[in-house]
């Protein structure tokens, strides 16, 4: 059970990085093109990706350390 529940949250980080690197894109790109409103709907997903990634980043390490499973330094 635990070691699903670790797959999904991995998955689910390289997820988020990969909808992360999409809105970056489209950020930078609506900045270039002064498109308002683009910026703004970048912006508060941009916002939304980078809390959900905070929020499975900070609950990984703590499931995986109950599992043993080990970072590298």
Avoid: H, K
């Avoid at 270039?32 to 703004?40: K, L, S």
């Amino acid at each position: 059970m635990l070691a699903a529940l670790l797959l999904v949250m991995l998955l689910g980080i390289n997820a988020l990085n990969v909808l992360n690197s999409y809105v970056s894109r489209y950020f930078m790109t609506a900045i270039e093109r002064r498109e308002w409103t683009a910026f703004v709907q970048m912006a508060a997903l941009y916002v939304g990706v980078f809390a959900a990634l905070t929020c499975v980043a900070v609950l990984y390490p703590p499931e995986a350390e109950r599992d043993g499973v080990e970072e590298e330094p």
